[in-house]
Each structure stands twice: as structure tokens, then as C-alpha cells.
């Protein structure tokens, strides 16, 4: 195998232009050796996974001693947001070329789950950095973001969703108080659930997003996001997807209207969000499942 001698990141995802609010997510072909790198003050908190390769990682506050962390492919970073700069330097320790995924959270996210989850002081629950880890859970979330992005139009409800669960998982697990949360026992009573599942299909072809759908029903986004998962079985973005699907099929059975405005009267940003959808999800696509109906109904 050729090394890379290259010095210079090289982006191969990016949610920049995906609309994504208070989360934000980048991959990286890194080169094998950094020097110099520094990390300007931030209060958003970032997750970083190795997918590829394994690195020694040192870094240290300004004007401070050195830190050094051996990761390896599957190996979480968690740096909790600073208010000083530091200085970051690495060298490979794989001869595969180095893949690192970013994941940032923005302060505002971690603050307001933390109000939600505790009813307390959110600088109660601050973050403690940890190095060198794995959580199945966080890998999980972190590559299907990524997933995510290479899909025609990533979806913002996800990735609401998504930072959500995050920012939940981190606060119980990773904090300077960890096990400290009490859940809330309270449920969607029917009537809010039947309330909120109208208003979701009287506007399945507008922008939802979890903010939104969780006033209709007077709860923080933390509480509704895991209040609706526990009354349905899916987050809001899987039932909103399902449901748009539904849609869609419903429109390619019983109307001849044309596959772009079965798109967006469905919910999706276009024809080829439509088309990729149903390829996931039905393994065909919206021309081949209108074709094979119409057959169908000739016999």
C-alpha cells in the first residue's frame, strides 16, 4: 500500500447546506501526521470517532503540558466545550489511510435537554472530556448521520431527532453527575397523540420540524421526542417518513399525477428524494410500484 504523505484534510461529508440547526457533522480523510493545529474557544461540544485507521492524538490547553490519547478505529473522542484555545498535534499509527468523524453539538442544544431532562441549573450537568472510549450507541447515531447526508436531501427531522438522542445519552452517561436524571412518568394521553398524529398528516407536506410538533402538544422537544416513541414505537422522524410514503403510494395507486408532485404534495424535496425513498424502504421505485398496481387491477 502507497502511504499518504498528504497534508491536508481532504472532506468527504459535510452537513453544510443541509439545513441542520444546533447539530453539524463533517468526515475527513486525514493526513498521517499534524502539526501546530489550533482549536479556537468554543462552548459547543464536539464527538469524534476514528472509522478508519487508529491515530496518537496530543493536545494541550495554551501555555500548557501535553496529552496524549492512542485511538483506534472504533474510538470515541468527547471534548465538552472550552473557553481557552488548545493546540493539537497527531501522528498515524495505521499504514490505512486515517478517517476521523466530527459530530458538534451546540451549547444551546446541551443547555436546554439539560433544563428539560433535570428541571435544574443546566450547569449542573456539564460534560466531562473522555478519550479513547466506545459507546455502540453514539457510533450508531454517528454513522447513520452520516448515512444520512448521503442521501438527496437529508432530513432535518432526523436530524433533530437525532441530536436529541445525543445530547440525552451524553447528559446521563458523561457528565459531572451522571445518574443523577429523573425521568418523567408522564405520558401522551390518546387524545394528545390523536391530536398530534392530524396535525402531522394536515401537514405532511410542509417542513416538520420536532420543535414544532412538540408544541402542539405543550412539551419540550426532550420530553415529546421520547413520549411519542414510547406511544407509537417509531421516533417522529420514522412516522413522518412512513407516513409520507404511505402517501405517496396512496397518490401513485389512485391519481395519474406526474411522480414531481407526488413528490411534494408527499412531503419530499423532489422527485429523486421520492425515488430514493421507496428504493429503501419498498426496494423499488415510485414508476415500477404504479406500473405493477396498474397491472394488478387489469387482472
Not at 53 to 77: F, M, R, S, Y
Not at 244 to 255: G, H, P, S, V
Not at 267 to 296: C, E, M, V, W
Request: aromatic share 8%; proline share 6%.
Amino acid at each position: 500500500m502507497i502511504e499518504d504523505t498528504s497534508t491536508t484534510p481532504k472532506l468527504l461529508v459535510s452537513s453544510e447546506g443541509a439545513g441542520w440547526e444546533e447539530i453539524s457533522l463533517y468526515t475527513f480523510h486525514e493526513p498521517p501526521k499534524l502539526e501546530g493545529w489550533t482549536v479556537p474557544p468554543t462552548l459547543d461540544s464536539s464527538l469524534v470517532l476514528i472509522t478508519r485507521g487508529g491515530v496518537q492524538l496530543e493536545e494541550k490547553p495554551i501555555n500548557g503540558p501535553w496529552k496524549a490519547h492512542n485511538l483506534h478505529q472504533g474510538d470515541l473522542l468527547l471534548k465538552p466545550g472550552e473557553l481557552q484555545s488548545s493546540e493539537l498535534r497527531w501522528q498515524s499509527l495505521s499504514s490505512e489511510p486515517l478517517h476521523m468523524l466530527y459530530i458538534y453539538l451546540s451549547h444551546t442544544l446541551l443547555a436546554r435537554t439539560a433544563q428539560e431532562m433535570a428541571n435544574c441549573d443546566p450547569a449542573r450537568l456539564t460534560l466531562v472530556g473522555h478519550a479513547g472510549f466506545q459507546d455502540p450507541l453514539l457510533t450508531q447515531i454517528g454513522l447513520a448521520l452520516c448515512q444520512e447526508l448521503e442521501q438527496p436531501a437529508p432530513a432535518k427531522l432526523y436530524a433533530q431527532t437525532a441530536a436529541q438522542m445525543l445530547a440525552v445519552h451524553l447528559l446521563h452517561h458523561y457528565t459531572s453527575l451522571p445518574g443523577n436524571i429523573q425521568e418523567d412518568t408522564q405520558g401522551l394521553v390518546p387524545r394528545q397523540l390523536k391530536y398530534i398524529i392530524d396535525f402531522i398528516l394536515a401537514h405532511l407536506n410542509q417542513d416538520l420540524s420536532l420543535v414544532t410538533l412538540a408544541q402542539q402538544v405543550g412539551f419540550s422537544t426532550y420530553h415529546f421526542a421520547r413520549l411519542f416513541r414510547q406511544a407509537t414505537g417509531e421516533s417522529p422522524h420514522q412516522f413522518v417518513l412512513r407516513q409520507r410514503i404511505e402517501r405517496a403510494q396512496r397518490l401513485l395507486r389512485e391519481t395519474d399525477m406526474p411522480l414531481t408532485h407526488v413528490a411534494l404534495e408527499s412531503g419530499f424535496a423532489h422527485q429523486s428524494h421520492l425515488t430514493q425513498a421507496f428504493k429503501r424502504h419498498l426496494n423499488l421505485t415510485p414508476r415500477t410500484y404504479r406500473h405493477d398496481h396498474s397491472i394488478r387491477t387489469h387482472f
